[in-house]
């Protein structure tokens, strides 16, 4: 390579190292842990394993619900990496760098596409990354990880107006998530509009546009016809009056959606803009329309291909007002806005900063051409902005600032349940309220009848089920009588209860939201009741007996000793 290519490409591969920095503090950390699992990883990866061993997890529930869930491209994946000998679950821990570095190459070159000046190239991909790697998407592996790269590389194309790779990427990004392809034929339709002034919209009449905008839909309605063929059970969900008297979506609830506090509602969370909080500088993008009608030098070299990220941003703002006006229909608002605004910002942010430094630039070249000296308030100003500068780019790369706070991983630390759980038939089913029951499928590979993670209210048929699984089992795991715990292991074929130590004292359920703002609050009120006025239940008896395993903070009782024992 020679110098002059080195030169140019330079701020590229530095934006390529920023990647690589953070996929090896990522491998690093996950690789350091024997049980460790990222959050939402739970519940679309694991199933997976079923491509590894189709054993496993017989008869689930909870495992053909989220299995059924999944989009064929994200299924068609994993299912490929898994027949080349790569188990979903390591699979989804190698994943996100590389998805983080495609994600950078796009970036990067769209970025220039609109203002063709290398570090803005680099300051677009710098803060990009730190978005992606401050929240729990990217790393997490699931059908949401992908759209960075396919939709990055969708914006690259259509600043080249190279149709096939665009009708390519909606193909893909519909069979990955399908929101983002209703973004994209939502800009191709917008593409369709000339203004003139405020108050004209008329059609253009150029052939083009609408060429794309026919084979988008053409390629939109094959990808999302896989959906159409999804299970009946998953056909059927909840209308927007249900949601409105389902607990789970109240403030409290599992699935929150639903606020009294409007900025709430509709600036955060699923009902709302979900506008990214870290890093804050990226919210200087908002300047970009006003710098706009200023003359500075950097202004000018803006490019007609700026009008993307408008019509990314109306397109993503009309999704979301549709979503809200055929709720659930479209699913969740905030999946038409939360991941475009990222790019949106991230590109805005990156030219806002690069006038700034320009600005800067040459305020310091006057000062030198004139030798004019720097005075204290000039010296406090280049001191200032260089901190903020240093905090910028290092704060949100520091390891734990990044892992710990903010990418949801579950570390294992009951190894002896795990192991134990592990090694029995691949049939077994463990009852459990307790947390971790949440990581049995994950590190053990075994069944749980329920848990919170699992417990979602999307679908009547899935949730109601889970509803009486959990009424059922705080009846079981309460109740006095005996007959009552041995009806309850008969019916649901349960192997193991999974108990906390101090499940059976009076404030357990002080922090189990999943279980007080909930369909079964009643029953779990009962229960409450019950553990205060000291009546015991019929299962502490048997836990000097048939203990098959504990840890510090666990129980594993064998139910076949419990049935042996009445």
Known sequence: MNKSNLKKNLWLYISLLVAIYYGICFY????????????????????????????????????????????????????FLAQIGLEPILAAKLLPPIIGIITTIYLYFFTIKILPLPITGFISCLLFNQLIWLNDDLVSATPRAFIYPLFAAFLYYLSLDWLLPCLLLMLLQGLFYPHVLLIEIAILSLRLIKLKGLSKVKLTTLKQPYIWWITGAIVAAIALYPITQKPTELATTVTVDQMRQIPEFSSNGRSPFFDDDWFNYWF???????????????????????????????????????????????????????????????????????????????????????????????KFKQKLRKKTPFNSVDKIKLILVTLVGIIIIIFPSIPPVFINWFQGWKIGTDTEIYQYLAQQPQDVVVASLSREANNIPAFSQRSILVGREFAMAYHPFYHNQIKQRTIDLLQAQYSPSPKVLISFVNKYQINYFLLDKTAFNSDYFDRKKWLIYSSWREKTEQTIEQLKSGEEAALVRFIPFCTAISSENLILLDTACINSKT
């Open 268 to 362: 955060f969370g699923s009902s709302g803009l979900s506008l990214p909080v870290f890093p804050t500088i990226v919210w200087s993008g908002v300047a970009l329309p006003f710098l706009l009608k200023t003359k500075l030098s950097v202004i000018k070299s803006v490019t007609k291909k700026i009008a993307i990220l408008l019509q990314v941003t109306l397109a993503s703002l009309l999704l979301f007002g549709l979503a809200h006006l055929l709720l659930p229909r479209l699913h969740l608002p905030s999946r038409y806005t939360y991941h475009t605004l990222q790019f949106i910002l991230a590109i805005t942010a990156a030219i806002v900063l690069t006038i700034i430094v320009d600005f800067i630039q040459n």
């Open 28 to 79: 690093y950390f996950v690789f350091s842990h024997e049980y460790i699992v990222q959050d939402d990883a739970r519940q679309h990866i694991v199933w997976l394993q079923r491509f590894i061993d189709p054993e496993l997890f017989p008869r689930d529930l909870i495992a053909d619900y989220f299995q059924n869930l999944a989009p064929l491209g994200f299924i068609s994946l994993y299912k």
